[in-house]
């Protein structure tokens, strides 16, 4: 796979760090004053693994996110492509047979919202482009 | 086929009418949006079968009632899919989509595949087609409509790879969802070859062509010709109708080389009732005895 090779360790480091931080760590009491046994002190120790798992999942999903950006906007456009090919007779678009758009219509309320979605970005091309890169 | 007014209807009537005397179980129907059918045998007929004489039955189709039904099927399905907000106001939409060019010819479409379904068990389905611009559409559609379809397809198809390869990536695993809109791209493929196929198939399907001896009719005999064979569809027979006793069908020949030519005379009488038709094969029974090999092997 290619991701993991793609984001550097500056990059996961950070995702990680924020959630290091700010998860709390549930049954934990900081003010505790007395330690009522070894017992204690081994689930404290499988919360605070468990904790870290848990931000090695989110960062991992998160990386994987981000992988795959670019190819859902590329999926997206497919998408849209497919659409406007199948219902482009309703935005004065060449068509196939009325007979085919109709047949597939009623499996195609995600690709009709995306191509609506579409006609408002429509007229800037260049920033949707730039977005898609995440140029700044 | 044939031009307007060189007497398609009444061919198909004299056909349906001598095939039912010889003792075979016929439906015509009649797909012209224009009917004769009722006015020839002068009986009222509908888009249910009627009997006319014994072994005969007619059907004329409402074109209007399939297009209605076949867009308040789409609209229902719709309605079952979408979101409410995404499906209100769709009336209006279908108001204007039945106008929509294209529909016509599919809602004769729709018709052919019911009554060849529900009607499978009668010897012979005789078809009275609209005129030629219609009836090529009609013969068209499946080829065409599998041109669009196919190229769906593979468009589709790479769609479901990418989404396929985000969610292997997301969520480390391959998820096998059926994909609704490629399933309903498969289906009409495989419905639109079956079409394709039965009008290709010269044993299954067998088209007159029905012309007068006069050059106008012969001109467009020609387009329609050449209509049937860019897709692949062959003429079985050619009915030179209204032949008077001094016209020549040479050039007819000529132009139709190889294919089995029926010539019907001209009638004095109009041929219109059954007791006028019947009269007429009567008299010319030896000319609808040229049935198609085919057709009489099966009436033993």
Known sequence: ?136 | MGKGGVGKSTSAALNSLFLSRIGFEVLLVSLDPAHNQSDIFEKKLSDKPKQIVPHLQGIEIDQEQWIKRYLKDVQQQIRRTYAYLTSFNLEKYFKVIKHSPGLEEYALILAFKEISRKFSKADVLVFDMAPTALSLKFFNLPSLSLVWTNHLLALRKEIIKKRELITKIKLMKKEIETDKVLSSIQKSIREYTDLKQIFENPYLTKINLVMNPDLLSLAESRRIVDGLNAINISLSQVIVNKMQKNSSIDHIVREFDGVDLLTVPFSEAPLVGIDSLQRFISANEKIFIKQPLEILNKAG
């Open chain 1, 1 to 136: 796979m290619e991701f993991p090779s793609s984001i550097s360790m500056e990059q996961y480091w950070q995702v990680f760090m924020p959630h290091i931080i700010f998860i709390p760590l549930k049954n934990v009491s900081l003010t505790k004053e007395k330690s009522s046994g070894p017992g204690d002190m081994s689930s404290l120790l499988k919360n605070i693994v468990c904790k870290i798992k848990d931000v090695c999942r989110v960062g991992d999903e998160m990386g994987r996110s981000r992988a795959v950006e670019t190819i859902e906007n590329e999926l997206e456009e497919m998408e849209n492509v497919f659409g406007l090919l199948v219902l482009g007779s309703f935005v004065g678009i060449p068509s196939p047979p009325m007979q085919i758009s109709l047949d597939l219509m009623p499996h195609m309320e995600k690709e009709l919202l995306l191509m609506m979605e579409k006609v408002d970005t429509a007229s800037q091309p260049l920033s949707q482009l730039f977005s898609v890169f995440d140029i700044d």
